[in-house]
Protein backbone atom coordinates (compact mmCIF):
# COMPACT_ATOMS: atom_id res chain seq x y z
CA UNK A 1 0.00 0.00 0.00
CA UNK A 2 1.60 3.54 -0.67
CA UNK A 3 0.76 4.89 3.02
CA UNK A 4 1.29 8.61 1.98
CA UNK A 5 -0.85 11.50 0.21
CA UNK A 6 0.76 12.57 -2.78
CA UNK A 7 2.92 9.09 -3.33
CA UNK A 8 2.60 7.47 -6.31
CA UNK A 9 3.14 4.08 -8.14
CA UNK A 10 4.64 3.83 -11.50
CA UNK A 11 2.86 6.46 -14.16
CA UNK A 12 0.76 5.64 -15.85
CA UNK A 13 1.13 8.02 -18.97
CA UNK A 14 3.10 7.74 -21.99
CA UNK A 15 6.29 8.07 -20.08
CA UNK A 16 5.71 4.99 -18.59
CA UNK A 17 7.64 3.03 -20.97
CA UNK A 18 11.15 5.28 -20.03
CA UNK A 19 10.89 3.12 -16.70
CA UNK A 20 12.07 -1.13 -17.17
CA UNK A 21 12.32 -4.07 -15.74
CA UNK A 22 14.43 -7.10 -16.34
CA UNK A 23 12.87 -10.29 -17.92
CA UNK A 24 13.49 -12.73 -19.78
CA UNK A 25 15.11 -11.59 -23.35
CA UNK A 26 15.17 -7.79 -24.02
CA UNK A 27 14.48 -4.49 -21.56
CA UNK A 28 10.67 -4.79 -21.65
CA UNK A 29 8.31 -1.69 -20.21
CA UNK A 30 7.34 -1.79 -16.80
CA UNK A 31 4.01 -3.50 -17.17
CA UNK A 32 2.53 -1.39 -13.84
CA UNK A 33 -0.80 -3.93 -14.13
CA UNK A 34 -2.42 -2.47 -10.95
CA UNK A 35 -2.41 -1.85 -7.28
CA UNK A 36 -2.44 -4.58 -4.90
CA UNK A 37 -4.85 -4.19 -1.76
CA UNK A 38 -4.09 -4.92 1.53
CA UNK A 39 -6.30 -5.05 3.98
CA UNK A 40 -5.58 -1.51 5.53
CA UNK A 41 -6.66 -0.11 2.03
CA UNK A 42 -10.27 -1.81 2.06
CA UNK A 43 -10.53 -0.66 6.07
CA UNK A 44 -10.03 2.94 4.78
CA UNK A 45 -12.30 2.43 1.94
CA UNK A 46 -14.76 1.15 4.22
CA UNK A 47 -14.82 3.51 6.38
CA UNK A 48 -15.69 6.31 3.95
CA UNK A 49 -17.95 4.25 2.59
CA UNK A 50 -19.70 4.52 5.79
CA UNK A 51 -19.69 7.95 5.82
CA UNK A 52 -21.83 7.74 2.48
CA UNK A 53 -24.44 5.83 3.89
CA UNK A 54 -24.74 8.06 6.39
CA UNK A 55 -24.92 11.17 4.22
CA UNK A 56 -27.51 9.98 1.88
CA UNK A 57 -29.73 8.34 3.95
CA UNK A 58 -29.78 10.49 7.28
CA UNK A 59 -33.06 12.35 6.96
CA UNK A 60 -33.78 11.24 3.55
CA UNK A 61 -38.09 11.18 3.60
CA UNK A 62 -37.60 14.45 5.27
CA UNK A 63 -38.63 17.01 2.30
CA UNK A 64 -41.83 16.62 0.85
CA UNK A 65 -44.56 18.70 -0.83
CA UNK A 66 -47.04 17.73 1.99
CA UNK A 67 -46.25 13.74 1.62
CA UNK A 68 -46.00 13.80 -1.87
CA UNK A 69 -42.67 14.05 -4.11
CA UNK A 70 -40.86 16.91 -4.89
CA UNK A 71 -39.56 18.96 -7.88
CA UNK A 72 -39.14 16.20 -11.07
CA UNK A 73 -39.89 13.44 -8.40
CA UNK A 74 -43.70 14.28 -9.90
CA UNK A 75 -42.64 11.83 -13.19
CA UNK A 76 -40.62 9.34 -12.02
CA UNK A 77 -42.03 8.31 -8.49
CA UNK A 78 -45.42 7.66 -9.98
CA UNK A 79 -43.67 6.21 -13.48
CA UNK A 80 -41.89 3.93 -11.05
CA UNK A 81 -44.42 2.92 -9.02
CA UNK A 82 -46.81 1.85 -11.53
CA UNK A 83 -43.59 -0.49 -12.55
CA UNK A 84 -43.40 -1.87 -8.97
CA UNK A 85 -47.43 -2.76 -9.56
CA UNK A 86 -47.64 -3.32 -13.22
CA UNK A 87 -44.35 -4.03 -14.83
CA UNK A 88 -44.82 -0.98 -16.98
CA UNK A 89 -45.49 2.58 -17.29
CA UNK A 90 -48.98 2.56 -17.51
CA UNK A 91 -50.03 6.20 -18.06
CA UNK A 92 -48.07 9.56 -18.48
CA UNK A 93 -47.39 11.05 -15.05
CA UNK A 94 -48.43 14.68 -15.93
CA UNK A 95 -47.91 13.59 -19.66
CA UNK A 96 -44.51 12.73 -19.61
CA UNK A 97 -42.61 9.23 -20.25
CA UNK A 98 -39.96 10.67 -22.62
CA UNK A 99 -37.05 8.81 -20.77
CA UNK A 100 -35.96 4.78 -21.17
CA UNK A 101 -37.23 2.57 -18.32
CA UNK A 102 -34.33 1.73 -16.52
CA UNK A 103 -33.65 3.89 -13.86
CA UNK A 104 -37.60 3.68 -12.95
CA UNK A 105 -37.24 -0.42 -13.24
CA UNK A 106 -34.56 0.38 -10.33
CA UNK A 107 -36.39 2.67 -8.47
CA UNK A 108 -39.59 0.47 -8.48
CA UNK A 109 -37.43 -1.97 -6.06
CA UNK A 110 -38.46 0.90 -3.56
CA UNK A 111 -41.83 1.03 -4.12
CA UNK A 112 -42.14 -2.99 -4.21
CA UNK A 113 -40.68 -2.32 -0.57
CA UNK A 114 -42.09 0.15 1.06
CA UNK A 115 -44.60 1.36 -1.12
CA UNK A 116 -45.56 5.03 -2.70
CA UNK A 117 -43.76 6.79 0.14
CA UNK A 118 -40.83 8.86 0.03
CA UNK A 119 -38.59 6.03 0.92
CA UNK A 120 -40.12 3.97 -1.59
CA UNK A 121 -39.41 6.40 -4.31
CA UNK A 122 -35.92 7.46 -3.02
CA UNK A 123 -34.19 4.36 -1.55
CA UNK A 124 -32.55 3.20 -4.33
CA UNK A 125 -31.14 6.43 -5.59
CA UNK A 126 -29.41 6.81 -2.16
CA UNK A 127 -28.00 3.48 -2.41
CA UNK A 128 -26.37 4.40 -5.53
CA UNK A 129 -25.38 7.55 -4.18
CA UNK A 130 -23.13 5.33 -1.26
CA UNK A 131 -22.09 2.82 -4.42
CA UNK A 132 -20.82 6.01 -6.50
CA UNK A 133 -18.53 7.18 -4.06
CA UNK A 134 -16.91 3.79 -3.67
CA UNK A 135 -16.89 3.48 -7.22
CA UNK A 136 -14.91 6.48 -7.59
CA UNK A 137 -12.38 6.02 -4.75
CA UNK A 138 -11.80 2.68 -6.53
CA UNK A 139 -10.68 4.21 -9.89
CA UNK A 140 -8.94 7.09 -8.03
CA UNK A 141 -6.95 4.51 -6.48
CA UNK A 142 -6.21 2.60 -9.28
CA UNK A 143 -5.98 5.68 -11.40
CA UNK A 144 -3.28 7.27 -8.99
CA UNK A 145 -1.66 3.72 -7.17
CA UNK A 146 -2.30 6.16 -4.14
CA UNK A 147 -4.95 4.78 -1.47
CA UNK A 148 -5.03 7.97 0.58
CA UNK A 149 -5.62 9.92 -2.88
CA UNK A 150 -8.70 7.04 -3.40
CA UNK A 151 -9.92 8.19 0.03
CA UNK A 152 -9.63 11.62 -0.59
CA UNK A 153 -11.44 11.37 -3.58
CA UNK A 154 -14.23 9.38 -1.69
CA UNK A 155 -14.21 12.53 1.23
CA UNK A 156 -14.76 15.15 -1.11
CA UNK A 157 -17.49 13.10 -3.27
CA UNK A 158 -18.97 12.69 0.21
CA UNK A 159 -18.94 16.52 0.61
CA UNK A 160 -20.08 17.69 -2.64
CA UNK A 161 -23.51 19.62 -2.56
CA UNK A 162 -24.69 18.61 -6.14
CA UNK A 163 -23.68 14.62 -5.46
CA UNK A 164 -25.43 14.92 -2.19
CA UNK A 165 -28.47 15.94 -3.48
CA UNK A 166 -28.79 13.87 -6.63
CA UNK A 167 -27.61 11.07 -4.38
CA UNK A 168 -31.50 11.95 -2.06
CA UNK A 169 -33.75 12.76 -4.86
CA UNK A 170 -36.43 10.41 -6.38
CA UNK A 171 -34.82 11.75 -9.87
CA UNK A 172 -33.00 9.67 -13.13
CA UNK A 173 -29.56 11.52 -13.36
CA UNK A 174 -27.50 9.40 -9.90
CA UNK A 175 -28.19 6.21 -11.75
CA UNK A 176 -26.86 7.24 -15.26
CA UNK A 177 -24.36 8.93 -13.12
CA UNK A 178 -23.29 5.21 -11.48
CA UNK A 179 -23.44 3.80 -14.59
CA UNK A 180 -20.75 5.45 -16.40
CA UNK A 181 -18.44 5.86 -13.53
CA UNK A 182 -18.22 2.06 -13.27
CA UNK A 183 -17.97 1.57 -17.05
CA UNK A 184 -14.97 4.01 -17.00
CA UNK A 185 -13.27 2.08 -14.16
CA UNK A 186 -14.08 -0.75 -15.99
CA UNK A 187 -12.35 0.69 -18.81
CA UNK A 188 -9.08 1.68 -16.44
CA UNK A 189 -9.23 -1.67 -15.24
CA UNK A 190 -9.01 -3.49 -18.92
CA UNK A 191 -6.31 -1.24 -19.43
CA UNK A 192 -4.33 -2.69 -16.89
CA UNK A 193 -5.29 -6.03 -17.79
CA UNK A 194 -4.28 -5.65 -21.39
CA UNK A 195 -0.62 -4.17 -20.02
CA UNK A 196 -0.85 -7.31 -18.49
CA UNK A 197 -1.46 -9.81 -21.50
CA UNK A 198 0.98 -7.38 -23.70
CA UNK A 199 4.12 -7.77 -21.37
CA UNK A 200 3.27 -11.91 -21.12
CA UNK A 201 3.53 -11.12 -25.38
CA UNK A 202 6.57 -9.80 -25.48
CA UNK A 203 8.06 -12.32 -22.95
CA UNK A 204 7.21 -14.58 -25.31
CA UNK A 205 8.55 -13.29 -28.24
CA UNK A 206 5.24 -12.53 -30.07
CA UNK A 207 4.54 -8.57 -30.20
CA UNK A 208 7.02 -8.36 -33.54
CA UNK A 209 5.27 -11.78 -35.34
CA UNK A 210 3.45 -9.30 -37.57
CA UNK A 211 3.87 -5.57 -37.75
CA UNK A 212 0.52 -5.24 -36.35
CA UNK A 213 1.45 -6.83 -32.85
CA UNK A 214 -0.56 -9.67 -30.86
CA UNK A 215 -3.97 -10.01 -30.41
CA UNK A 216 -5.33 -9.89 -26.88
CA UNK A 217 -7.80 -12.22 -27.06
CA UNK A 218 -11.54 -11.25 -25.46
CA UNK A 219 -11.53 -8.43 -22.82
CA UNK A 220 -14.29 -9.21 -19.93
CA UNK A 221 -13.52 -5.82 -18.14
CA UNK A 222 -14.56 -4.32 -21.47
CA UNK A 223 -17.77 -5.77 -22.48
CA UNK A 224 -18.15 -5.16 -18.21
CA UNK A 225 -17.91 -1.39 -20.07
CA UNK A 226 -20.12 -1.82 -22.43
CA UNK A 227 -22.94 -3.60 -19.61
CA UNK A 228 -22.68 -0.39 -17.75
CA UNK A 229 -22.89 1.78 -20.74
CA UNK A 230 -25.91 0.21 -21.71
CA UNK A 231 -27.86 0.49 -18.42
CA UNK A 232 -26.51 4.78 -18.60
CA UNK A 233 -27.75 4.28 -22.36
CA UNK A 234 -31.28 2.73 -20.38
CA UNK A 235 -31.60 5.86 -18.28
CA UNK A 236 -31.43 8.81 -20.51
CA UNK A 237 -30.44 9.14 -24.16
CA UNK A 238 -27.29 11.34 -23.41
CA UNK A 239 -25.71 8.17 -22.26
CA UNK A 240 -24.91 7.92 -26.13
CA UNK A 241 -22.09 10.80 -25.73
CA UNK A 242 -19.92 8.59 -23.09
CA UNK A 243 -20.16 5.66 -25.32
CA UNK A 244 -18.59 7.84 -28.29
CA UNK A 245 -15.49 9.29 -25.83
CA UNK A 246 -14.96 6.01 -24.38
CA UNK A 247 -15.22 4.17 -27.38
CA UNK A 248 -12.78 7.02 -28.70
CA UNK A 249 -10.63 6.28 -25.38
CA UNK A 250 -10.02 2.76 -25.43
CA UNK A 251 -8.88 2.67 -29.04
CA UNK A 252 -6.47 5.60 -28.21
CA UNK A 253 -5.17 3.19 -24.94
CA UNK A 254 -4.95 0.22 -27.31
CA UNK A 255 -3.24 2.32 -30.05
CA UNK A 256 -0.67 3.57 -26.85
CA UNK A 257 0.21 0.37 -25.33
CA UNK A 258 1.20 -0.52 -28.53
CA UNK A 259 3.35 1.51 -29.40
CA UNK A 260 5.08 1.38 -25.98
CA UNK A 261 5.77 -2.14 -26.49
CA UNK A 262 7.44 -1.59 -30.03
CA UNK A 263 4.32 -2.89 -32.58
CA UNK A 264 5.87 -1.63 -36.14
CA UNK A 265 2.81 -0.05 -37.23
CA UNK A 266 0.80 0.64 -33.55
CA UNK A 267 -2.12 2.45 -34.47
CA UNK A 268 -2.97 0.32 -37.42
CA UNK A 269 -2.75 -2.26 -35.09
CA UNK A 270 -5.23 -0.97 -32.76
CA UNK A 271 -7.43 -0.14 -35.54
CA UNK A 272 -7.29 -3.79 -37.21
CA UNK A 273 -6.92 -5.74 -33.80
CA UNK A 274 -9.17 -3.65 -31.05
CA UNK A 275 -11.21 -1.15 -32.85
CA UNK A 276 -13.91 -3.60 -34.05
CA UNK A 277 -14.52 -5.17 -30.81
CA UNK A 278 -14.17 -2.62 -29.04
CA UNK A 279 -17.81 -1.38 -30.97
CA UNK A 280 -18.81 -4.66 -30.33
CA UNK A 281 -18.45 -4.27 -26.81
CA UNK A 282 -19.04 -0.44 -26.53
CA UNK A 283 -21.66 0.03 -29.15
CA UNK A 284 -23.65 -2.74 -30.23
CA UNK A 285 -24.24 -4.97 -27.05
CA UNK A 286 -24.68 -1.46 -25.30
CA UNK A 287 -27.72 -1.17 -28.15
CA UNK A 288 -28.89 -4.76 -27.76
CA UNK A 289 -29.01 -3.88 -23.65
CA UNK A 290 -30.98 -0.87 -24.63
CA UNK A 291 -33.39 -2.41 -26.41
CA UNK A 292 -33.79 -5.48 -23.58
CA UNK A 293 -34.90 -2.66 -21.45
CA UNK A 294 -38.17 -2.40 -23.45
CA UNK A 295 -39.21 -5.82 -23.07
CA UNK A 296 -41.98 -5.42 -20.79
CA UNK A 297 -43.47 -2.42 -22.45
CA UNK A 298 -43.56 -4.91 -25.68
CA UNK A 299 -44.76 -7.70 -23.69
CA UNK A 300 -47.79 -5.60 -21.72
CA UNK A 301 -50.71 -4.32 -23.28
CA UNK A 302 -51.32 -1.59 -21.57
CA UNK A 303 -48.15 0.61 -21.95
CA UNK A 304 -47.94 3.84 -22.84
CA UNK A 305 -48.50 4.19 -26.60
CA UNK A 306 -48.66 0.75 -27.20
CA UNK A 307 -51.35 0.63 -29.76
CA UNK A 308 -51.07 3.70 -31.43
CA UNK A 309 -51.53 1.83 -35.43
CA UNK A 310 -54.21 3.13 -37.03
CA UNK A 311 -54.55 6.10 -34.96
CA UNK A 312 -50.97 8.37 -34.54
CA UNK A 313 -49.49 5.99 -36.86
CA UNK A 314 -50.34 4.73 -40.58
CA UNK A 315 -50.09 0.88 -40.98
CA UNK A 316 -47.16 -0.74 -42.62
CA UNK A 317 -45.64 -4.02 -43.16
CA UNK A 318 -44.01 -3.82 -39.67
CA UNK A 319 -45.52 -5.78 -36.91
CA UNK A 320 -47.65 -3.36 -34.94
CA UNK A 321 -45.66 -3.27 -31.66
CA UNK A 322 -42.45 -2.54 -33.36
CA UNK A 323 -44.46 0.47 -35.51
CA UNK A 324 -45.80 1.60 -32.08
CA UNK A 325 -42.59 1.22 -30.66
CA UNK A 326 -40.89 3.62 -32.96
CA UNK A 327 -43.98 6.10 -32.87
CA UNK A 328 -43.00 6.25 -29.14
CA UNK A 329 -39.25 7.07 -29.73
CA UNK A 330 -39.81 9.91 -31.98
CA UNK A 331 -42.30 11.47 -29.70
CA UNK A 332 -40.02 11.84 -27.40
CA UNK A 333 -37.19 13.16 -29.52
CA UNK A 334 -39.54 15.30 -30.85
CA UNK A 335 -40.32 16.38 -27.52
CA UNK A 336 -36.96 16.76 -26.57
CA UNK A 337 -35.93 18.77 -29.70
CA UNK A 338 -39.18 21.08 -29.34
CA UNK A 339 -37.87 22.63 -25.88
CA UNK A 340 -35.99 25.47 -27.27
CA UNK A 341 -35.48 29.21 -25.94
CA UNK A 342 -36.55 30.15 -29.64
CA UNK A 343 -39.64 28.13 -29.40
CA UNK A 344 -40.14 30.53 -26.41
CA UNK A 345 -39.76 27.42 -23.54
CA UNK A 346 -38.23 29.17 -20.75
CA UNK A 347 -38.00 27.95 -17.42
CA UNK A 348 -36.45 30.24 -14.13
CA UNK A 349 -34.06 28.16 -13.06
CA UNK A 350 -32.48 26.55 -16.13
CA UNK A 351 -28.89 27.01 -17.26
CA UNK A 352 -26.62 26.73 -19.85
CA UNK A 353 -23.29 24.36 -19.65
CA UNK A 354 -20.94 27.42 -19.84
CA UNK A 355 -22.30 28.13 -16.51
CA UNK A 356 -22.59 24.39 -15.13
CA UNK A 357 -18.16 23.90 -14.08
CA UNK A 358 -18.58 26.37 -11.40
CA UNK A 359 -21.65 25.82 -10.62
CA UNK A 360 -22.79 29.66 -11.43
CA UNK A 361 -26.94 28.72 -11.54
CA UNK A 362 -27.79 26.41 -9.33
CA UNK A 363 -31.13 24.77 -9.14
CA UNK A 364 -34.20 25.02 -6.84
CA UNK A 365 -35.61 22.09 -6.15
CA UNK A 366 -37.86 22.75 -3.02
CA UNK A 367 -39.13 25.09 -1.13
CA UNK A 368 -41.79 25.72 2.07
CA UNK A 369 -42.12 29.30 4.09
CA UNK A 370 -44.33 31.40 6.17
CA UNK A 371 -45.74 30.93 9.26
CA UNK A 372 -46.39 26.99 8.38
CA UNK A 373 -43.25 26.32 8.79
CA UNK A 374 -41.32 25.84 12.35
CA UNK A 375 -38.03 24.74 13.79
CA UNK A 376 -35.93 28.01 12.98
CA UNK A 377 -36.89 29.61 16.31
CA UNK A 378 -38.33 32.63 14.51
CA UNK A 379 -42.36 32.80 13.55
CA UNK A 380 -41.66 32.37 9.73
CA UNK A 381 -39.18 29.91 8.86
CA UNK A 382 -37.70 28.60 5.33
CA UNK A 383 -37.47 24.93 4.22
CA UNK A 384 -34.86 24.84 0.97
CA UNK A 385 -33.33 22.26 -1.14
CA UNK A 386 -31.31 23.37 -3.51
CA UNK A 387 -29.24 21.55 -5.82
CA UNK A 388 -25.89 23.33 -5.14
CA UNK A 389 -22.25 22.52 -5.76
CA UNK A 390 -20.15 23.32 -3.05
CA UNK A 391 -18.20 26.56 -3.72
CA UNK A 392 -14.89 25.34 -1.75
CA UNK A 393 -14.75 22.29 -4.69
CA UNK A 394 -16.50 24.01 -7.91
CA UNK A 395 -15.16 27.26 -7.73
CA UNK A 396 -11.39 25.49 -8.08
CA UNK A 397 -12.84 24.62 -11.79
CA UNK A 398 -10.67 26.76 -14.14
CA UNK A 399 -7.54 26.51 -12.57
CA UNK A 400 -8.11 22.85 -11.95
CA UNK A 401 -8.80 22.04 -15.81
CA UNK A 402 -6.05 24.12 -17.23
CA UNK A 403 -3.57 22.53 -14.75
CA UNK A 404 -5.27 18.97 -15.96
CA UNK A 405 -5.57 19.80 -20.09
CA UNK A 406 -1.50 21.05 -19.79
CA UNK A 407 -1.03 18.08 -17.80
CA UNK A 408 -2.73 15.73 -20.61
CA UNK A 409 -1.54 17.61 -23.75
CA UNK A 410 1.87 18.91 -22.94
CA UNK A 411 2.85 16.29 -20.53
CA UNK A 412 0.92 13.40 -21.84
CA UNK A 413 0.14 12.11 -18.29
CA UNK A 414 -2.39 9.92 -19.10
CA UNK A 415 -4.11 10.02 -15.71
CA UNK A 416 -5.37 13.21 -16.33
CA UNK A 417 -6.31 12.68 -19.90
CA UNK A 418 -8.34 9.59 -18.85
CA UNK A 419 -10.47 12.14 -16.16
CA UNK A 420 -10.80 14.51 -19.18
CA UNK A 421 -12.62 12.25 -21.06
CA UNK A 422 -15.27 11.76 -18.71
CA UNK A 423 -15.11 14.68 -17.82
CA UNK A 424 -15.87 16.10 -21.23
CA UNK A 425 -18.82 13.56 -22.64
CA UNK A 426 -20.98 14.84 -19.49
CA UNK A 427 -19.81 18.71 -20.67
CA UNK A 428 -18.72 19.38 -24.39
CA UNK A 429 -21.66 18.03 -26.10
CA UNK A 430 -24.44 20.05 -24.47
CA UNK A 431 -22.92 22.91 -26.28
CA UNK A 432 -24.13 21.97 -29.72
CA UNK A 433 -28.21 22.30 -28.21
CA UNK A 434 -27.11 25.41 -26.44
CA UNK A 435 -30.60 26.33 -27.73
CA UNK A 436 -32.34 24.06 -24.94
CA UNK A 437 -33.99 23.81 -22.11
CA UNK A 438 -31.02 22.70 -19.82
CA UNK A 439 -30.35 22.56 -16.39
CA UNK A 440 -28.02 22.14 -13.81
CA UNK A 441 -29.10 18.65 -13.01
CA UNK A 442 -27.25 17.75 -16.50
CA UNK A 443 -23.90 18.78 -14.90
CA UNK A 444 -24.17 15.98 -12.11
CA UNK A 445 -22.06 13.06 -14.58
CA UNK A 446 -19.33 15.46 -14.49
CA UNK A 447 -18.71 15.55 -10.49
CA UNK A 448 -17.16 12.33 -10.19
CA UNK A 449 -14.37 12.76 -12.64
CA UNK A 450 -13.95 16.61 -11.28
CA UNK A 451 -13.18 15.03 -8.50
CA UNK A 452 -10.54 12.67 -9.55
CA UNK A 453 -9.00 15.50 -11.59
CA UNK A 454 -8.91 17.70 -8.23
CA UNK A 455 -7.24 14.66 -6.25
CA UNK A 456 -4.60 14.54 -8.92
CA UNK A 457 -3.82 18.40 -8.33
CA UNK A 458 -4.19 17.92 -4.89
CA UNK A 459 -1.65 15.14 -5.06
CA UNK A 460 0.73 16.75 -6.83
CA UNK A 461 0.42 19.82 -4.46
CA UNK A 462 1.09 17.36 -1.71
CA UNK A 463 4.33 16.36 -3.64
CA UNK A 464 6.08 12.85 -3.92
CA UNK A 465 7.51 10.39 -1.42
CA UNK A 466 10.85 11.01 -3.03
CA UNK A 467 10.50 14.84 -2.27
CA UNK A 468 12.75 16.75 0.39
CA UNK A 469 10.49 16.42 3.81
CA UNK A 470 10.03 20.56 3.90
CA UNK A 471 8.59 20.31 0.78
CA UNK A 472 6.66 17.47 1.29
CA UNK A 473 5.43 19.43 5.20
CA UNK A 474 4.44 22.03 3.68
CA UNK A 475 2.46 20.10 1.09
CA UNK A 476 0.49 18.25 2.90
CA UNK A 477 -0.52 21.66 5.14
CA UNK A 478 -2.01 23.40 1.92
CA UNK A 479 -3.86 19.35 0.78
CA UNK A 480 -5.15 19.24 4.51
CA UNK A 481 -6.17 23.28 5.30
CA UNK A 482 -7.98 22.93 1.63
CA UNK A 483 -9.52 19.45 2.82
CA UNK A 484 -11.15 21.06 5.85
CA UNK A 485 -12.11 24.47 4.03
CA UNK A 486 -14.42 21.96 2.11
CA UNK A 487 -15.90 20.13 5.18
CA UNK A 488 -16.59 23.47 6.54
CA UNK A 489 -18.16 24.67 3.54
CA UNK A 490 -20.59 21.79 3.25
CA UNK A 491 -21.38 21.38 6.68
CA UNK A 492 -22.47 25.52 6.20
CA UNK A 493 -24.59 24.84 3.45
CA UNK A 494 -26.14 21.50 4.76
CA UNK A 495 -29.42 23.49 5.96
CA UNK A 496 -30.28 23.98 2.10
CA UNK A 497 -29.67 20.80 0.21
CA UNK A 498 -31.29 19.37 3.27
CA UNK A 499 -34.38 21.24 3.89
CA UNK A 500 -33.46 22.57 7.57
CA UNK A 501 -36.26 25.06 8.98
CA UNK A 502 -33.81 27.83 8.92
CA UNK A 503 -34.64 31.63 9.17
CA UNK A 504 -35.65 34.22 6.03
CA UNK A 505 -31.62 35.84 6.92
CA UNK A 506 -29.72 32.75 7.11
CA UNK A 507 -31.51 31.76 3.72
CA UNK A 508 -30.29 34.83 2.22
CA UNK A 509 -27.09 34.78 4.04
CA UNK A 510 -26.94 31.11 2.04
CA UNK A 511 -27.36 32.85 -1.40
CA UNK A 512 -23.84 33.77 -1.66
CA UNK A 513 -23.98 35.31 -5.90
CA UNK A 514 -26.92 36.78 -7.67
CA UNK A 515 -27.41 34.06 -9.98
CA UNK A 516 -28.07 31.90 -7.30
CA UNK A 517 -31.64 33.63 -6.12
Known sequence: MTSTLGARGPRTDGAAGRTAV??????????????????????????VAVLAVVTRFWGLTSATDKG???FDEKHYAPQSFQIARLGIEENPAYGLVVHPPVAKQIQSIGGMLFGYTPLGWRLTAAACGV????????????LTRSTPL???????????????????????????????????GALLVDRDRMRARMHAAAVAGRVHATELGPRLGFRWWRFTAGIMLGLALGVKWSGVYFIAFFGVMTVAMDWALRARYGVRRPLAGALARDALPAFASLVLWPA??????????????????????????????????????LYYQSSVMGFHSSLTNTAGNHHPWESKPWTWPMGLRPMLYFIEQG?????????TCVRAIMLLGTPAIWWTALPVLGWALWR???????????????????????????DRQMYFFYAAVMVPFFVMLLVLTLGEIAGRATDPPARRQVGLALVSVYVAVVLANFVYMLPVVTGMPITQAQWYHQLWLPSWK
Open 288 to 325: VLHLLAWLPWFATENATYRHVVGDKVADNWLPDALQSW
Open 22 to 47: RSPGPLLPDPDTGPVDSARDWIATAV
Open 371 to 379: EEVTGCGQE
Open 68 to 70: TPI
Open 408 to 434: AVLCRDGRYAFALVGYSAGFLPWFFQH
Open 150 to 184: GVLAGLLLCADGVTFVTSRIGMLDVYQVLFVTAAA
Open 131 to 142: LLVVAVMRITRR
